[in-house]
C-alpha cells in the first residue's frame, strides 16, 4: 500500500491547512489511519489517530484545533488543522495500519511551516 501525503506549506499564526493522505488500496478502509509529525531536532510525535470504526484520538497539543476524518470509498485521509501555531511546524507524516496481523505504511513526509 502506498500513501501519498499532500497539503502542506506556510502560513501565518492562526491559519489553517488541510493535509490529505491518499492511499492506493481498498485496504485502507479497514485499518487505521493516522497523522504524526516531526519538528526540527525533535522524535517524531502522534498527532491524531482514527480506527476503522471511527474511534478517534488527539494529542493534548492539538486537541480542539485539529480534525482528522478520512473517506474510506476515496481511500483518503484529512487533518484539517486550524488556529496553527509556531510550535505546529513539522514535517507532517501519514500512517496507515493495525496491530494484529500487523501493517504498517507511511506516506512521505509533507512540510507545514507556521511563521509567527
Known amino acids: 500500500v502506498q500513501l501519498q501525503a499532500c497539503g502542506g506549506g506556510l502560513v501565518h499564526a492562526g491559519g489553517s491547512l488541510r493535509l490529505s493522505c491518499a492511499a492506493s488500496?481498498?485496504?485502507?478502509?479497514?485499518?487505521?489511519l493516522g497523522w504524526y509529525r516531526q519538528a526540527p531536532g525533535k522524535q517524531r510525535e502522534l498527532v491524531a489517530t482514527?480506527?476503522?470504526?471511527?474511534?478517534?484520538t488527539y494529542a493534548d497539543a492539538v486537541k480542539g484545533r485539529f480534525t482528522i476524518s478520512r473517506e474510506n470509498a476515496k481511500k483518503t485521509g484529512y487533518l484539517q488543522m486550524n488556529s496553527l501555531k509556531a510550535e505546529d511546524t513539522g514535517v507532517y507524516y501519514c500512517?496507515?495500519?493495525?496491530?494484529?496481523?500487523?501493517?504498517?505504511?507511511w506516506g512521505q513526509g509533507t512540510q507545514v511551516t507556521v511563521s509567527s
Open positions: 500512517y496507515a495500519g493495525r496491530s494484529s496481523p500487523r501493517l504498517s505504511y
Open positions: 488500496s481498498n485496504i485502507f478502509s479497514i485499518i487505521t
Open positions: 482514527m480506527s476503522a470504526g471511527g474511534i478517534i
